[in-house]
Protein backbone atom coordinates (compact mmCIF):
# COMPACT_ATOMS: atom_id res chain seq x y z
CA UNK A 1 0.00 0.00 0.00
CA UNK A 2 1.74 3.12 -1.36
CA UNK A 3 1.45 6.58 -3.10
CA UNK A 4 2.60 5.28 -6.28
CA UNK A 5 0.20 1.83 -6.24
CA UNK A 6 -2.08 4.26 -5.84
CA UNK A 7 -1.38 6.43 -8.86
CA UNK A 8 -1.27 3.32 -10.72
CA UNK A 9 -4.40 1.54 -9.64
CA UNK A 10 -5.75 4.78 -11.37
CA UNK A 11 -3.77 4.55 -14.63
CA UNK A 12 -4.83 0.99 -14.94
CA UNK A 13 -8.69 2.10 -14.45
CA UNK A 14 -7.78 3.53 -18.16
CA UNK A 15 -5.31 1.11 -19.62
CA UNK A 16 -7.58 -1.83 -18.56
CA UNK A 17 -11.12 -0.37 -20.57
CA UNK A 18 -12.61 -0.11 -16.96
CA UNK A 19 -12.98 3.88 -17.70
CA UNK A 20 -13.80 3.58 -21.32
CA UNK A 21 -16.44 1.15 -20.43
CA UNK A 22 -18.37 3.83 -17.71
CA UNK A 23 -17.76 6.60 -20.23
CA UNK A 24 -19.60 4.74 -22.85
CA UNK A 25 -22.38 4.38 -20.93
CA UNK A 26 -22.34 7.88 -19.44
CA UNK A 27 -22.15 9.63 -22.97
CA UNK A 28 -24.98 7.47 -24.28
CA UNK A 29 -27.40 9.28 -21.98
CA UNK A 30 -28.74 12.33 -24.06
CA UNK A 31 -28.17 14.70 -20.95
CA UNK A 32 -28.65 18.39 -23.36
CA UNK A 33 -30.04 20.40 -20.78
CA UNK A 34 -30.45 22.90 -23.29
CA UNK A 35 -33.56 20.79 -24.63
CA UNK A 36 -36.26 21.67 -22.97
CA UNK A 37 -37.50 17.88 -23.21
CA UNK A 38 -34.43 16.90 -21.90
CA UNK A 39 -35.35 15.88 -18.51
CA UNK A 40 -36.17 12.29 -18.20
CA UNK A 41 -32.61 11.93 -19.41
CA UNK A 42 -31.18 14.29 -16.77
CA UNK A 43 -33.09 12.35 -13.82
CA UNK A 44 -31.75 9.23 -15.63
CA UNK A 45 -28.27 9.93 -15.29
CA UNK A 46 -28.14 10.66 -11.68
CA UNK A 47 -31.04 8.17 -10.64
CA UNK A 48 -30.01 5.03 -13.03
CA UNK A 49 -26.06 6.09 -13.63
CA UNK A 50 -24.55 7.63 -10.87
CA UNK A 51 -26.63 6.79 -7.61
CA UNK A 52 -26.52 2.97 -8.14
CA UNK A 53 -22.51 3.39 -8.84
CA UNK A 54 -22.23 5.18 -5.60
CA UNK A 55 -24.19 3.19 -2.87
CA UNK A 56 -21.81 0.51 -3.79
CA UNK A 57 -19.38 2.13 -2.69
CA UNK A 58 -20.63 3.24 0.51
CA UNK A 59 -22.13 6.38 -0.19
CA UNK A 60 -26.09 7.55 1.08
CA UNK A 61 -27.44 9.85 -1.76
CA UNK A 62 -30.94 11.29 -2.36
CA UNK A 63 -32.19 12.98 -5.53
CA UNK A 64 -33.85 16.43 -4.98
CA UNK A 65 -35.91 17.94 -7.30
CA UNK A 66 -34.43 21.57 -8.66
CA UNK A 67 -36.32 23.94 -6.13
CA UNK A 68 -36.66 26.48 -8.64
CA UNK A 69 -38.53 24.00 -11.25
CA UNK A 70 -36.68 25.69 -14.22
CA UNK A 71 -34.08 23.25 -14.23
CA UNK A 72 -32.87 19.46 -13.29
CA UNK A 73 -32.66 17.60 -10.54
CA UNK A 74 -29.39 17.63 -8.26
CA UNK A 75 -27.89 14.36 -6.32
CA UNK A 76 -25.87 14.57 -2.65
CA UNK A 77 -23.96 11.69 -1.98
CA UNK A 78 -21.71 11.35 1.14
CA UNK A 79 -20.08 8.80 2.94
CA UNK A 80 -18.92 9.55 6.59
CA UNK A 81 -15.93 7.65 7.64
CA UNK A 82 -15.75 9.24 10.84
CA UNK A 83 -18.21 12.47 12.06
CA UNK A 84 -14.81 14.37 13.41
CA UNK A 85 -12.91 13.65 10.62
CA UNK A 86 -12.57 16.93 7.99
CA UNK A 87 -15.07 16.72 4.83
CA UNK A 88 -14.09 16.85 1.27
CA UNK A 89 -17.00 18.44 -1.08
CA UNK A 90 -16.51 17.78 -5.07
CA UNK A 91 -18.76 18.21 -7.68
CA UNK A 92 -19.98 18.04 -11.41
CA UNK A 93 -22.50 18.21 -13.68
CA UNK A 94 -24.05 15.49 -15.77
CA UNK A 95 -26.12 17.62 -18.37
CA UNK A 96 -24.23 18.54 -21.64
CA UNK A 97 -24.61 21.60 -24.44
CA UNK A 98 -26.65 20.17 -27.41
CA UNK A 99 -25.53 17.16 -29.67
CA UNK A 100 -25.13 19.27 -32.68
CA UNK A 101 -25.26 15.92 -34.73
CA UNK A 102 -25.04 17.05 -38.28
CA UNK A 103 -21.24 19.02 -37.27
CA UNK A 104 -19.41 15.74 -36.09
CA UNK A 105 -16.71 14.60 -38.59
CA UNK A 106 -18.52 11.48 -40.68
CA UNK A 107 -19.33 8.17 -38.30
CA UNK A 108 -18.84 9.86 -35.34
CA UNK A 109 -22.30 10.48 -33.11
CA UNK A 110 -22.30 12.66 -29.82
CA UNK A 111 -23.52 9.83 -28.20
CA UNK A 112 -21.74 7.51 -28.90
CA UNK A 113 -18.23 7.26 -27.22
CA UNK A 114 -15.33 6.37 -30.35
CA UNK A 115 -11.87 6.50 -29.72
CA UNK A 116 -9.63 7.42 -32.91
CA UNK A 117 -6.12 7.56 -32.50
CA UNK A 118 -5.33 9.45 -29.14
CA UNK A 119 -8.95 11.27 -29.02
CA UNK A 120 -12.15 10.19 -27.30
CA UNK A 121 -14.83 12.06 -28.85
CA UNK A 122 -18.47 11.77 -27.03
CA UNK A 123 -20.51 14.92 -25.60
CA UNK A 124 -19.37 14.71 -22.75
CA UNK A 125 -16.33 13.45 -22.61
CA UNK A 126 -14.98 16.41 -20.98
CA UNK A 127 -17.72 19.07 -19.86
CA UNK A 128 -18.41 17.01 -17.59
CA UNK A 129 -18.64 13.39 -17.40
CA UNK A 130 -15.66 12.53 -18.40
CA UNK A 131 -13.76 14.72 -15.59
CA UNK A 132 -15.84 13.66 -12.51
CA UNK A 133 -15.80 9.99 -13.60
CA UNK A 134 -12.05 10.45 -13.29
CA UNK A 135 -12.27 11.55 -10.11
CA UNK A 136 -14.72 9.75 -8.98
CA UNK A 137 -12.69 6.30 -10.21
CA UNK A 138 -9.68 7.31 -8.83
CA UNK A 139 -11.06 8.19 -5.51
CA UNK A 140 -12.41 4.77 -5.38
CA UNK A 141 -9.17 3.20 -6.32
CA UNK A 142 -7.54 5.17 -3.51
CA UNK A 143 -9.67 3.64 -0.64
CA UNK A 144 -9.91 0.09 -2.33
CA UNK A 145 -6.07 0.47 -2.11
CA UNK A 146 -6.60 1.64 1.60
CA UNK A 147 -8.66 -1.51 2.68
CA UNK A 148 -11.66 0.95 1.94
CA UNK A 149 -11.20 4.06 3.67
CA UNK A 150 -9.99 7.38 2.81
CA UNK A 151 -8.85 8.71 5.98
CA UNK A 152 -11.99 11.74 5.43
CA UNK A 153 -15.18 11.89 4.37
CA UNK A 154 -16.56 12.92 1.37
CA UNK A 155 -19.96 14.49 -0.27
CA UNK A 156 -20.58 14.55 -3.80
CA UNK A 157 -22.69 17.35 -5.65
CA UNK A 158 -24.14 16.64 -9.07
CA UNK A 159 -26.23 19.09 -10.50
CA UNK A 160 -27.89 18.63 -14.12
CA UNK A 161 -28.77 22.45 -15.33
CA UNK A 162 -24.68 23.98 -15.72
CA UNK A 163 -25.09 24.50 -19.52
CA UNK A 164 -28.39 26.36 -18.88
CA UNK A 165 -26.71 28.96 -16.01
CA UNK A 166 -27.49 26.26 -13.24
CA UNK A 167 -30.83 27.55 -11.87
CA UNK A 168 -31.56 26.32 -8.43
CA UNK A 169 -27.89 25.36 -7.15
CA UNK A 170 -27.97 28.45 -4.91
CA UNK A 171 -30.94 27.42 -3.18
CA UNK A 172 -30.00 23.49 -2.94
CA UNK A 173 -26.81 25.19 -0.80
CA UNK A 174 -28.95 27.17 0.88
CA UNK A 175 -31.56 24.88 1.34
CA UNK A 176 -28.71 21.53 1.87
CA UNK A 177 -26.53 23.85 4.13
CA UNK A 178 -25.63 20.93 6.97
CA UNK A 179 -25.66 17.95 3.96
CA UNK A 180 -22.97 19.99 1.56
CA UNK A 181 -21.14 21.22 4.88
CA UNK A 182 -17.55 20.61 3.94
CA UNK A 183 -13.64 21.69 4.60
CA UNK A 184 -12.85 22.13 0.95
CA UNK A 185 -14.16 21.38 -2.30
CA UNK A 186 -11.87 19.94 -5.05
CA UNK A 187 -13.01 19.36 -8.77
CA UNK A 188 -12.70 19.40 -11.94
CA UNK A 189 -13.90 21.18 -15.06
CA UNK A 190 -13.21 23.67 -17.60
CA UNK A 191 -9.54 23.37 -19.60
CA UNK A 192 -5.68 23.64 -18.93
CA UNK A 193 -4.28 26.48 -20.49
CA UNK A 194 -1.84 24.80 -22.56
CA UNK A 195 -2.67 21.06 -22.88
CA UNK A 196 1.24 19.76 -21.51
CA UNK A 197 0.93 21.65 -17.99
CA UNK A 198 -1.36 20.92 -15.46
CA UNK A 199 -3.76 23.69 -14.41
CA UNK A 200 -4.81 24.78 -10.57
CA UNK A 201 -7.79 27.00 -10.86
CA UNK A 202 -9.04 28.83 -7.85
CA UNK A 203 -12.22 31.31 -8.55
CA UNK A 204 -13.88 32.07 -12.02
CA UNK A 205 -14.83 35.68 -13.27
CA UNK A 206 -18.21 36.33 -13.31
CA UNK A 207 -20.33 37.41 -15.94
CA UNK A 208 -22.99 39.87 -16.08
CA UNK A 209 -25.67 40.32 -19.14
CA UNK A 210 -27.70 43.26 -19.94
CA UNK A 211 -29.50 45.19 -23.12
CA UNK A 212 -28.79 48.54 -24.43
CA UNK A 213 -31.79 49.32 -26.55
CA UNK A 214 -32.89 52.48 -28.11
CA UNK A 215 -36.24 52.20 -29.49
CA UNK A 216 -37.44 55.68 -31.37
CA UNK A 217 -40.90 54.60 -33.04
CA UNK A 218 -43.33 52.20 -34.54
CA UNK A 219 -42.39 50.87 -37.86
CA UNK A 220 -39.26 51.95 -40.71
CA UNK A 221 -39.42 54.74 -42.97
CA UNK A 222 -38.51 55.23 -46.26
CA UNK A 223 -35.08 55.63 -46.39
CA UNK A 224 -34.71 58.28 -49.65
CA UNK A 225 -38.03 60.30 -48.20
CA UNK A 226 -37.00 59.94 -44.26
CA UNK A 227 -33.16 59.37 -44.33
CA UNK A 228 -31.28 62.35 -42.93
CA UNK A 229 -34.74 63.74 -40.76
CA UNK A 230 -35.38 60.55 -38.76
CA UNK A 231 -32.28 59.50 -36.07
CA UNK A 232 -31.38 56.37 -37.00
CA UNK A 233 -31.35 54.18 -33.81
CA UNK A 234 -28.44 50.91 -34.74
CA UNK A 235 -25.92 54.88 -35.50
CA UNK A 236 -27.28 55.99 -32.35
CA UNK A 237 -26.36 52.60 -30.45
CA UNK A 238 -22.77 52.25 -31.69
CA UNK A 239 -21.55 55.38 -30.75
CA UNK A 240 -22.94 54.91 -26.91
CA UNK A 241 -21.27 51.77 -27.30
CA UNK A 242 -18.28 53.50 -29.03
CA UNK A 243 -18.02 55.58 -25.63
CA UNK A 244 -17.66 52.86 -23.21
CA UNK A 245 -15.22 50.37 -25.18
CA UNK A 246 -12.63 51.39 -27.96
CA UNK A 247 -11.59 50.24 -31.01
CA UNK A 248 -8.96 47.75 -29.91
CA UNK A 249 -11.30 46.36 -27.10
CA UNK A 250 -10.08 49.03 -24.15
CA UNK A 251 -12.68 49.71 -21.98
CA UNK A 252 -13.11 53.24 -21.90
CA UNK A 253 -15.46 53.43 -18.63
CA UNK A 254 -13.15 53.02 -16.18
CA UNK A 255 -15.73 52.13 -13.25
CA UNK A 256 -16.22 48.93 -15.05
CA UNK A 257 -12.54 47.54 -14.43
CA UNK A 258 -10.18 46.83 -11.91
CA UNK A 259 -8.01 49.67 -10.09
CA UNK A 260 -4.84 47.42 -10.46
CA UNK A 261 -4.42 43.93 -10.46
CA UNK A 262 -3.03 42.59 -6.96
CA UNK A 263 0.33 41.58 -6.63
CA UNK A 264 -0.01 38.20 -5.24
CA UNK A 265 -2.32 37.58 -8.83
CA UNK A 266 -0.13 39.58 -11.19
CA UNK A 267 2.77 36.99 -9.73
CA UNK A 268 0.47 33.77 -10.27
CA UNK A 269 -0.36 35.22 -13.55
CA UNK A 270 3.46 35.45 -14.83
CA UNK A 271 4.06 31.91 -14.34
CA UNK A 272 0.95 31.09 -16.69
CA UNK A 273 0.38 31.00 -20.34
CA UNK A 274 -2.84 31.05 -22.39
CA UNK A 275 -2.85 28.97 -25.43
CA UNK A 276 -5.54 28.31 -27.73
CA UNK A 277 -4.03 24.88 -28.70
CA UNK A 278 -3.68 23.18 -32.54
CA UNK A 279 -7.84 24.05 -32.70
CA UNK A 280 -8.12 27.18 -30.86
CA UNK A 281 -8.44 31.14 -32.33
CA UNK A 282 -4.94 32.85 -32.76
CA UNK A 283 -5.17 35.82 -30.09
CA UNK A 284 -5.15 38.86 -31.28
CA UNK A 285 -2.67 40.91 -29.20
CA UNK A 286 -3.60 43.79 -30.04
CA UNK A 287 -7.06 43.47 -28.65
CA UNK A 288 -8.01 44.67 -25.10
CA UNK A 289 -6.21 46.75 -21.95
CA UNK A 290 -2.67 47.68 -23.32
CA UNK A 291 0.50 46.87 -21.10
CA UNK A 292 -1.68 43.83 -19.80
CA UNK A 293 -0.41 40.58 -20.55
CA UNK A 294 -2.69 37.35 -22.19
CA UNK A 295 -3.01 35.99 -18.97
CA UNK A 296 -3.44 39.40 -17.06
CA UNK A 297 -6.34 40.03 -19.75
CA UNK A 298 -8.14 36.73 -19.25
CA UNK A 299 -7.76 36.37 -15.52
CA UNK A 300 -6.89 39.73 -13.88
CA UNK A 301 -8.73 41.90 -15.91
CA UNK A 302 -12.71 43.21 -16.73
CA UNK A 303 -14.17 42.58 -20.34
CA UNK A 304 -16.60 44.44 -22.25
CA UNK A 305 -18.28 42.73 -24.96
CA UNK A 306 -21.51 42.75 -27.38
CA UNK A 307 -22.69 39.58 -27.79
CA UNK A 308 -25.61 40.40 -30.31
CA UNK A 309 -26.27 43.93 -32.24
CA UNK A 310 -29.77 43.86 -34.08
CA UNK A 311 -31.16 47.03 -36.27
CA UNK A 312 -33.48 46.56 -39.18
CA UNK A 313 -34.06 42.69 -40.51
CA UNK A 314 -30.23 41.96 -40.95
CA UNK A 315 -31.67 38.82 -42.87
CA UNK A 316 -33.77 40.54 -45.67
CA UNK A 317 -32.84 44.16 -45.69
CA UNK A 318 -35.16 46.79 -46.65
CA UNK A 319 -34.77 50.57 -47.98
CA UNK A 320 -35.97 51.97 -44.36
CA UNK A 321 -34.78 53.99 -41.88
CA UNK A 322 -35.31 51.20 -38.76
CA UNK A 323 -37.51 52.10 -35.77
CA UNK A 324 -35.44 50.28 -32.92
CA UNK A 325 -31.53 48.43 -32.21
CA UNK A 326 -30.21 46.86 -29.44
CA UNK A 327 -27.27 44.82 -28.34
CA UNK A 328 -26.95 42.27 -25.99
CA UNK A 329 -23.86 43.05 -23.96
CA UNK A 330 -21.69 41.48 -21.19
CA UNK A 331 -19.12 42.33 -18.70
CA UNK A 332 -16.82 39.17 -17.62
CA UNK A 333 -15.60 40.83 -14.52
CA UNK A 334 -13.25 39.79 -11.35
CA UNK A 335 -13.58 40.42 -7.55
CA UNK A 336 -11.83 43.75 -7.88
CA UNK A 337 -14.96 45.63 -8.42
CA UNK A 338 -18.64 45.10 -7.28
CA UNK A 339 -20.85 44.01 -9.75
CA UNK A 340 -23.82 45.74 -8.61
CA UNK A 341 -22.07 49.56 -9.32
CA UNK A 342 -22.03 48.86 -13.63
CA UNK A 343 -25.05 49.24 -14.39
CA UNK A 344 -25.81 52.36 -12.74
CA UNK A 345 -22.14 53.69 -13.63
CA UNK A 346 -22.98 53.00 -17.69
CA UNK A 347 -26.40 55.15 -16.68
CA UNK A 348 -24.58 57.84 -15.47
CA UNK A 349 -21.85 57.80 -18.54
CA UNK A 350 -24.47 57.88 -21.38
CA UNK A 351 -26.47 59.94 -19.22
CA UNK A 352 -23.49 62.70 -19.21
CA UNK A 353 -22.72 62.43 -22.68
CA UNK A 354 -26.21 62.81 -24.05
CA UNK A 355 -27.03 59.26 -24.53
CA UNK A 356 -30.88 59.53 -22.35
CA UNK A 357 -32.31 57.48 -25.18
CA UNK A 358 -29.91 54.71 -24.73
CA UNK A 359 -31.82 52.16 -22.42
CA UNK A 360 -29.83 50.22 -19.95
CA UNK A 361 -32.22 46.73 -19.37
CA UNK A 362 -30.97 44.28 -17.10
CA UNK A 363 -31.33 40.69 -18.86
CA UNK A 364 -34.45 38.79 -16.94
CA UNK A 365 -33.59 35.04 -15.79
CA UNK A 366 -30.00 35.52 -17.51
CA UNK A 367 -27.57 32.76 -16.49
CA UNK A 368 -25.19 35.38 -14.13
CA UNK A 369 -23.02 34.07 -11.84
CA UNK A 370 -20.74 36.41 -9.40
CA UNK A 371 -17.14 36.43 -8.91
CA UNK A 372 -14.82 34.49 -6.69
CA UNK A 373 -11.00 34.37 -5.80
CA UNK A 374 -8.72 32.49 -3.60
CA UNK A 375 -5.02 33.81 -2.97
CA UNK A 376 -2.94 31.80 -5.07
CA UNK A 377 0.05 31.93 -2.25
CA UNK A 378 -2.48 30.20 0.17
CA UNK A 379 -2.09 26.93 1.99
CA UNK A 380 -4.98 24.69 -0.04
CA UNK A 381 -3.42 25.72 -3.31
CA UNK A 382 -0.11 24.82 -2.15
CA UNK A 383 -0.65 21.70 -0.80
CA UNK A 384 -2.55 20.89 -4.04
CA UNK A 385 -0.18 21.95 -6.30
CA UNK A 386 2.58 20.18 -4.18
CA UNK A 387 0.33 16.70 -4.66
CA UNK A 388 0.27 17.79 -8.81
CA UNK A 389 4.05 17.97 -8.75
CA UNK A 390 4.93 15.07 -6.90
CA UNK A 391 2.81 13.00 -9.30
CA UNK A 392 3.70 14.50 -11.97
CA UNK A 393 6.82 16.12 -11.62
CA UNK A 394 5.58 19.42 -12.83
CA UNK A 395 5.46 22.91 -11.30
CA UNK A 396 1.61 23.27 -12.29
CA UNK A 397 0.22 26.76 -13.15
CA UNK A 398 -2.27 28.63 -10.22
CA UNK A 399 -4.95 30.52 -12.15
CA UNK A 400 -6.38 32.43 -9.18
CA UNK A 401 -9.58 33.10 -11.30
CA UNK A 402 -10.59 31.26 -14.78
CA UNK A 403 -11.58 33.78 -17.53
CA UNK A 404 -15.00 31.74 -17.66
CA UNK A 405 -17.83 31.24 -15.50
CA UNK A 406 -19.35 28.65 -13.18
CA UNK A 407 -21.34 28.70 -10.48
CA UNK A 408 -18.81 28.75 -8.10
CA UNK A 409 -19.76 31.41 -6.00
CA UNK A 410 -22.18 28.86 -4.37
CA UNK A 411 -19.75 27.12 -2.80
CA UNK A 412 -16.99 29.95 -2.09
CA UNK A 413 -19.87 32.55 -1.01
CA UNK A 414 -22.72 30.54 0.31
CA UNK A 415 -20.83 27.49 2.09
CA UNK A 416 -17.67 29.55 2.62
CA UNK A 417 -14.84 26.72 1.22
CA UNK A 418 -11.85 27.14 -0.46
CA UNK A 419 -12.55 26.16 -4.35
CA UNK A 420 -9.42 24.42 -6.33
CA UNK A 421 -10.63 22.84 -9.75
CA UNK A 422 -8.01 20.39 -11.57
CA UNK A 423 -8.78 20.45 -15.15
CA UNK A 424 -8.37 17.58 -17.27
CA UNK A 425 -8.77 18.49 -20.64
CA UNK A 426 -7.47 21.38 -22.64
CA UNK A 427 -8.59 24.64 -24.76
CA UNK A 428 -8.58 22.89 -27.92
CA UNK A 429 -11.37 19.91 -26.51
CA UNK A 430 -14.09 21.77 -29.12
CA UNK A 431 -16.49 21.24 -25.10
CA UNK A 432 -19.54 23.14 -26.41
CA UNK A 433 -19.29 22.30 -30.06
CA UNK A 434 -19.11 19.59 -32.71
CA UNK A 435 -16.29 16.52 -31.79
CA UNK A 436 -15.94 17.37 -28.73
CA UNK A 437 -13.18 15.09 -27.18
CA UNK A 438 -10.90 14.07 -24.79
CA UNK A 439 -6.77 13.61 -24.89
CA UNK A 440 -5.87 10.45 -23.88
CA UNK A 441 -2.45 11.62 -22.60
CA UNK A 442 -4.70 13.84 -20.39
CA UNK A 443 -7.19 12.08 -19.22
CA UNK A 444 -4.06 9.48 -17.98
CA UNK A 445 -2.53 12.44 -16.39
CA UNK A 446 -5.85 13.30 -14.93
CA UNK A 447 -6.29 9.69 -12.93
CA UNK A 448 -3.04 9.86 -12.04
CA UNK A 449 -3.56 13.69 -10.24
CA UNK A 450 -6.62 12.62 -8.57
CA UNK A 451 -5.16 9.74 -7.15
CA UNK A 452 -1.91 11.60 -5.65
CA UNK A 453 -4.66 14.26 -4.43
CA UNK A 454 -7.05 12.04 -2.88
CA UNK A 455 -4.39 9.92 -1.51
CA UNK A 456 -2.13 13.01 0.20
CA UNK A 457 -5.65 14.18 1.93
CA UNK A 458 -5.36 11.09 3.57
CA UNK A 459 -1.65 11.68 4.95
CA UNK A 460 -1.65 14.71 6.91
CA UNK A 461 -3.67 17.45 8.24
CA UNK A 462 -5.89 19.80 6.67
CA UNK A 463 -4.89 23.26 6.36
CA UNK A 464 -7.63 25.78 8.05
CA UNK A 465 -10.15 27.90 5.93
Known amino acids: MSRDAAIAA ?16 RVAIPTASQDPESGPQLRAYLEQEMLPE ?5 FTGEIFDNPTGKGGPFLIARRIEDPALPTLLTYGHGDTVLGLDDGWLPGLSPWVLEQRGERLYGRGIVDNKGQHTANLMAMEAVRQLRGGRLGYNVTVLLETSEEVGSPGIEEICQQQRELLKAD ?17 TLGTRGALSFDLVVNYREGGHHSGNWGGL ?3 PGIRLAHAIASLVGPEGQVLLRELVPERIPDNVRRALADCRVD ?7 INAWWGEPGLTAAEKVFGWNTFEVLAFSTGNPA ?3 NAVPPRASARCQIRYTVDRDVDSFLPAIRRHLTALGFEDVAVEPVKNGAEWKATRMDPDGPWPSLVAESIRRTTGKAPMIVPNAGGSLPNDSFAVTLGLPTIYIPHSYSGCSQHAP ?10 EGLEIAAGVFWDLGEQSWPSR
Do not use: C, F, K
Not at 10 to 25: F, K, N, P, Q
Open 435 to 444: NEHALVPLVR
Open 54 to 58: LRSQG
Open 276 to 282: GGETGPD
Open 230 to 232: LAN
Open 184 to 200: VLIASDGPRLVPEVPTL
Open 10 to 25: ARDLLEDGSYLEVMRR
Open 316 to 318: APV
